[in-house]
């Protein structure tokens, strides 16, 4: 995840131009299903002219998977009818979440968090809702739909009877949700930085702090206007979105919360782990100090004391001054005693100042 | 208290659907009190069913307390009427405490705080209030709501007679002031790492330190929303709760503002700990390098000294420029004179600086 | 001033409870002045049922002075009609300022910061208004309302003829004002703590800024919501509060917020100071060891030097390679002339160095 | 600028109390100006009874310069039935900037910063402005509104034809304006102590950085309220606003507005710079430590293997164990490599580590 | 880019004074461009009355580019009827961005960041958006609105028939849009500071941490107004705007949110920066110190046992208690023995400290 992860045009560019971007398009597939009850319609379909049939009641969803080249996402919005900034806004990926309302659909922008290996990528997953049609277009690799899809050909019509206002929450739904495992793999993360913080701390946990809170940063920026969009659907009172639909997004919304929530506590906590980690290295240097210290401030005073003894004053014996210690009978272990007294004292004073 | 501590089902999981959890279900007790006056029922009941009967005027009050079971939970939710989404929520704790209007009744999700070994938790409270029940179910510990069922079944009818809405503000009263002892001890705690900090610091003050911020920290995001739960009570004219209670719920507002704000002030008293920790360790190895300075700048010149006449140019009295001191008459008393005076001239300049 | 300063009742304990507190009840006193004109009441009463002759127009105002027994306020609450929670948010100090407008009186509770010996304390000021009474309660040493019973006896019936809503503001215009002197007193002591930690920061300027920043947070989070108290009688239009009130209590809101920004600016300046202070002792540390390093740098390599020709290879002069220097002619004032030689140099490099 | 400078009156006087201040009064200057055309009056008077005769279309402009004693603003006020609480906020300086809405004219305080000798002060700027009246008192030093006053006798009737609000618009411009130098010369003192931090940072460095943070964070203080001010008189539509001084209005909000973002951006700055500082001395101490390092870690094993050879075992050559490489024949050069070889190895250790 | 980068006239100028600036004009360029279909105008013109004769439908773009002098641009007011307040404001260079709305046309202040050799400067742009006419002003090198001006041309009217309004929109998107690359090349600074700050942080590393954060500060304040003037546009339906716009604008509005949100992610990330520059620092001492102290912890206590044998005690042998360890025959290898012992305990101590 870089600090930039926007495409755009060249400023001055004509809006909702399309334009083939850097890293070419990869085949995308399309795959149509009916919402409605009975035998529905679920198959791949090689170009967006085959959905026009199906643009009536019941309606149908149209997954797009993958990155659409620019040819296929002009036809897709020519048979919806889609407005071309929409359309260069899906191209462009690194969007800020956000909803925009047109005349007969709601466009739809959301941020999909992914972990893989232990690193985060966000994927910009961008939903039309129409009367009629429901389309949903990212790059997230697996199938990130797959358990709605299921649960759309399972539920015998119940599901797609709730229109697609229902179908436009349970994506929605989805692509929130996803940033649960990614939090709770982060608060784990953080579960091992704290012990390894607070038991053994190295140039490497700081490191991971930097890294982790950098990525908490900029997911957060990419995740905090989701509970916007959701909030705009609740309180606007769009035509498309059905009464019976709030109970459910307002459970939508509550998630979007406690994600940003969870996030604003992660960033708040690395950032006191930080001095934290700057309070245990000036304990460490601290005490590395306290025992250089202890060990220079005891002997080079005894080194000073046997270095005097080591003067050759005392091999001219030509004065009485000239170091009559050397000659004393007892001079040796005197001086002994007078060092290990010095250094006891010294011992004495380091403990009474707790450095021992 | 772990950094995620929210259940939650896999992105695109059926909304409303309720699995049993790991921490597998224990046998959770069911308990019916009247709240009508007179000879009112008070007994511990096996099925939900049995509630039935009295969901009539003047109404029962339902505890559930202990981890109860899926199926437990969905045949309450159908003698109730209850929505599966809000089943779902009771279901997975580690909620943010929210209010969802539901047509005839209230869904109210608190977090209640509790202290044990020094060590905080924090259990999920869920009430629901319809016209003629009130449910509560919790895991906490201990009989969280005997006084209120004392209360109760003491006020002769009186208690009652306030409606379920009272009954919802007695809870919900119980949970928010929980926290009042919980901080109480939160306070104590930090008074006494204050005097730890200013008077002796160590590492395990400045483990404890972070790990205080953290609990308060993750106390604060889950306390946080209950003023808003509080508050939209009395703001938006529910017609379940009756007017007499708006005073009684403002008196509950005030205490979680004021619980809100003791959280904020011990979060920044702490933060500001963390830099006093950090000044105080600078201050140690200040204090430990200034008693290395003194002691090795007045013996390093000294050892300098006395390793002069140690040379051994004197011992080949070939030449008068080879050490002649070493032959003087108070060559000794001389070299003691010197360095006695290097030493004190060394300590007054110390003691101008300050360091002594 | 504790962290956690706030009585409380156990949670569940029914709503208007009043018990004794811990520190148990001194003598109150009660004294009631009549606020009409002519020769008005002024007297100390024994009990509460006293005042009740005197409930009609002009009115009079109660002052009860001191801890009142649980017993006294109930009585009191009896005679004025006040409601229960009102009066056990009397009892139990420690409460947030706030405004409850009942039926026929409002109750605002202010706190009351008092500077002692240059530690503060903070006493919690109780106020009934309803239309011919006025009732203060509070426990601050000294007599604080003075003024304004001395204004109130002196107008000769102007100052009562204005309203017990006058009245009202007259009071919480003293106990906003009252921070002033006590913030007054903070900015000479800031003034003292810059110059102390700007000329010579020791242990004691670190512990008086945290106990400094530690009063002035918590000074903080109890005077804020007076602003709040008094923006609620100027904006919510109580029937109790006359138009003509309305400018006086424009100048309180004025001085509520200036106190605030006060707090603010202080606070901010305290935390900026712990950072001065940090990078003070990061000076001096640096200072001392620049001494250590001069003089350690300069004599290590003399040391060594002279240790050198302290070797016992030339005693044994069997070998041309056995230190030949000990028996040059010019040896010893050479070694001298080296090691001034290398003390220059390595003076010079600390003089480049700008460390001299 | 002291930390707290607000006069203020004893808790508990009466509200518009007029009192003579420590610093007394000087004697205070008193201007009129006509503002209509033609040959207008402009005259120093002696006392406010004088103005008495003006109060009539077209209307005139009061200047009131230095510190008046109490007795002039009373008989000021009572001229112009201005209210006692106006009157003092006028002698009380250190408002905060506010305005006041009275029947029949506008109180506006503002707060002219103005930067003497590097020194930063702040003077109270007090405005009324009626129907055919506006009054302007200040103490601030020099003629402040000598330009307004030029532009108003030079522009032949047609700057007063635009009324007293056009004038009050053009003094509180002058106000906020001046502010834009004393700005100006912040960021040149920044761009200066920028530059000596990342180049030579000093003690004297750290002193000016909380000096300088100190006052940009009172300055601050006293003039956000301003914005407010200025936008009251834009949205509040008072009746003395004409509706073409509004877009001068806007003018002087934008201004207002950038003043209090510029003061931001500098407050940033300072507090990044004081983390720039400390970075900087810790820097400025690794390199100390680094050459402390280097120079010991190089010589202290050097000295140890001359003092090695300084021992007297060899003098007494009992013994073939009793340190026969003394009597080698290459044994003093032999020490010499061994030596040079140690030395080389650590040059190469530290060079490896980056050291050196 | 300078900490103060606003040009003002004395406090007290008359509003609307248009004075020659130090840096005086230079030729700045006239260009009308008709925005009707068909063959339209495209010229460059001497004065700006020559515009008058196409102020009428389909209308024109004005572009004036470079430093005007006063006197052009007081003319160009007088022939479009602007106001000279808008006029001063596009004279004074370093407005904040703002919309100011008059009777018949808008005024648009925008800012346009410019990246120039790594170094940042941001140039104004003014918009006037009547009905039949654009004016655009701006000094920013190179042609900015190239583009946007080949557009016109070549949309054979299509473009022109969306009125001035919708040629406003592109205009402002533009100058919004420039603003990306700005931040892509931010994002490659610090993607490539943060792997310096991490790897090998040195002094030079601060300095630029120190020097982009201050231009993301400064930049912050420059831009962030703009969201709120496309905001203003979107939301206060000025009659100019048509209704198709809307859309447009939106898509404006989202972007100069994200710019903002990126400047926030960025600012905050190098704040972060600081506090990890500051531990490696810390970390770097650490290192230092630890070699350090182990070099001399294991050899100053073996210096001093050399040291102890270097007495001349023994060279007097008076008596048995001198020295007799010098006359041992294994007395050297003994001593060598013990030193040997100390050294390896004390790399154990260290081992097991893990300090290597």
């Known amino acids: ?18 334009v083939e971007r850097d890293g070419a398009a990869t085949a995308a597939t399309l795959r149509i299903t009916g919402i409605g009850s009975g035998k529905t319609i679920d198959k791949q379909i090689a170009t967006p002219e085959e959905c026009r049939e199906y643009l009536q009641p019941p309606g149908i969803w149209i997954q797009v998977h993958g990155k ?38 709601l466009f739809v922008i959301m ?8 690193r985060i990528s966000v994927y910009q997953v961008s939903l039309f809702c129409g009367q009629h049609y429901l389309v949903s277009l990212h790059e997230a690799p697996g199938d990130l739909f797959s358990r709605v899809h299921k649960r759309l050909l399972e ?12 179908l436009l ?17 982060f608060g784990e993360e953080l579960e091992e930085l704290e012990t390894e913080l607070l038991d053994a701390p190295s140039r490497k946990t700081l490191v991971t702090i930097h890294r982790t809170r950098r990525e908490l940063v ?26 019976g639909t709030y109970i459910y997004l307002r459970d939508c919304y509550d998630h979007a919360v406690q994600i940003i929530e969870l996030l604003e506590t992660y960033r708040d906590t690395l950032t006191s782990m930080l001095d934290v980690y700057i309070s245990s290295i000036s304990n460490r240097t601290n005490d590395i100090m306290r025992v250089l210290t202890i060990i220079a401030t005891i002997f080079i005073p005894l080194t000073f004391v046997v270095g005097v003894y080591g003067m050759n004053f005392g091999n001219n014996s030509h004065s009485p001054w000239a170091m009559p210690e050397l000659n004393w009978y007892y001079g040796y272990p005197l001086i002994w005693a007078v060092m290990i007294a010095v250094a006891i004292g010294l011992l004495w004073y380091f403990r009474r100042k707790k450095w021992l």
Not at 71 to 95: F, I, K, S
Not at 170 to 185: G, K, S
């Open 1 to 18: 995840m870089t600090y930039f992860n926007k495409d755009y045009h060249p400023p001055g560019t004509e809006p909702g131009t399309l």
């Open 68 to 105: 659409p080249d620019p040819a296929l996402l002009q036809r897709l919005g020519e048979v919806l009818e889609l407005h071309p900034l929409a359309m260069e806004d899906v191209l462009n990926a690194g969007q800020r979440p956000k909803i925009d309302v047109f005349d007969d659909h």
């Open 155 to 166: 539920s015998n019509g119940r599901f797609g009877a709730r229109g697609t206002d229902y």
């Open 111 to 118: 941020n999909l968090p992914v972990m893989n290996d232990g």
């Open 218 to 243: 900029m997911l957060r920026r990419m995740l905090w206007p989701q509970r916007e969009v959701v909030n705009s659907l609740l309180r606007d009172e769009h035509p498309l979105i059905d009464a």
């Open 169 to 185: 929450y349970a994506l929605i739904d989805v692509v929130i949700d996803t940033a649960f495992p990614v939090l709770e793999r």
